[in-house]
Nanobody, 115 residues
Framework: QVQLVESGGGWVQPGGSLRLSCARS????????VGWYRQAPGKQREPVAT???????TYADSVKGRFTISADNAKNTVTLQMNSLKPEDTAVYYC?????????WGQGTQVTVSS
């Protein structure tokens, strides 16, 4: 089992920045695929950014150039730096870990972008 705990969500005005962190514990492998998903009210959960086992990031088109994912395998953390935030980025953000067919999710952290 892998436990994921997110932190860093909150409220920010449009154009602002937030940094989300995910602490990984348990049976963590350095080769797990890790990433961030989000779910806005009334919408399906969607991928935001993922980091392959080889360290290659992938981003949703809606966040390219604004969000950056990074992983520190020594500290077992995954970070999502979010800049130039827009109201449409408002959602609950979830940390995700994938190993073969096993998926693990954090409890989620709320991000609200409004003026």
């Amino acid at each position: 089992q892998v436990q994921l705990v997110e932190s860093g969500g909150g409220w920010v005005q449009p154009g602002g920045s937030l940094r989300l962190s995910c602490a990984r514990s348990g049976n963590v492998w350095a080769y797990d695929v890790v990433g961030w998903y989000r779910q806005a009210p009334g919408k399906q959960r969607e991928p935001v950014a993922t980091m392959s086992s080889g360290g290659v990031p992938t981003y949703a088109d809606s966040v390219k150039g604004r969000f950056t994912i990074s992983a520190d395998n020594a500290k077992n953390t995954v970070t999502l730096q979010m800049n130039s935030l827009k109201p449409e980025d408002t959602a609950v953000y979830y940390c995700h870990s994938l190993r073969f067919d096993d998926q693990f999710w954090g409890q989620g952290t709320q991000v609200t972008v409004s003026s």
